[in-house]
């Protein structure tokens, strides 16, 4: 069962624009959400996460908004950058007795134009 | 960049045959963890360590086993590979549990014939 979903399995933006990455959730247990970027042939790299009591979180030009009662996710790139262009992990933890069980989302590919 | 390297960095094997990946940390982190990506599937959990001689199985342990006797080693072993376990392999480390950041290694691409 897959109990985090990145509906969009691709995302073209022009440069400056804003990018938005969503996310689903199934499961109302997970606290803590992250985002993870990922290049090609290396490991994904820790981006930005927030915790289940805060709505909102923000890190230079990446912005996380949570909502709990939707169940939804997203990250906000303003203004992006061709650098940007990666593969985009959502991820949730917290959703069993062990939360070291941390769930990920299928990826969304982002692809910023010059 | 954290200090995580796994090894091999390319593999082939035969079905059938055992293979273990190794992943090796210098960032003296008390968690381990070994996934696999698959396309449509993003990263799943395999196994994870909690501490030395301490494992757990993650979501898709099955067909899987792990070791860790020191602190700075995490050893995934297939026991007999099959070709539904070739993918890509990450190790991954986290100092304070999943609650936090986690650092990847660079992973393992593992195909199985």
């Known amino acids: 069962d897959q109990q985090v979903k990145q509906n969009s399995p691709s995302l073209s933006v022009q440069e400056g624009r804003i990018s938005i990455l969503n996310c689903d959730y199934t499961n109302s247990m997970f606290d803590y959400f992250l985002w993870y970027k990922k290049y090609p042939a290396e490991g994904p790299t820790f981006l930005i996460s927030?915790?289940?009591?805060?709505d909102k979180n923000e890190d230079g030009r990446f912005t996380v908004f949570l909502n709990k009662s939707a169940k939804h996710l997203s990250l906000h790139i303003v203004p992006s950058q061709p650098g940007d262009s990666a593969v985009y992990f959502c991820?949730?933890?917290?959703?069993?007795?062990?939360?070291?069980?941390?769930?990920f989302g299928a990826g969304t590919r982002l692809t910023v134009k010059p | 960049d954290a200090g995580i390297t796994q090894s091999p960095r390319h593999k082939v094997t035969e079905t059938g045959t055992p293979v273990t990946l190794r992943c090796h940390q210098t960032e003296n982190h008390r968690y381990m963890y070994w996934y696999r990506q698959d396309p449509g599937h993003g990263l799943r959990l395999i196994h994870y360590?909690?501490?030395?001689?301490?494992?757990d199985k993650g979501e898709v342990s099955d067909g899987y086993s792990v070791s860790r006797s020191k602190t700075e080693d995490f050893l995934l072993t297939l026991e007999s590979a099959t070709s539904s376990q070739t993918s890509v392999y990450f190790c991954?480390?986290?100092?304070?549990?999943?609650?936090?950041?986690?650092?990847f290694g660079q992973g393992t691409r593992l195909t199985v014939v």
């Open positions: 927030i915790s289940s009591i805060k």
């Open positions: 360590s909690y501490g030395v001689k301490d494992t």
């Open positions: 991954a480390i986290s100092e304070s549990g999943q609650n936090s950041e986690a650092f």
């Open positions: 991820a949730a933890s917290g959703g069993t007795y062990n939360n070291n069980d941390m769930r």
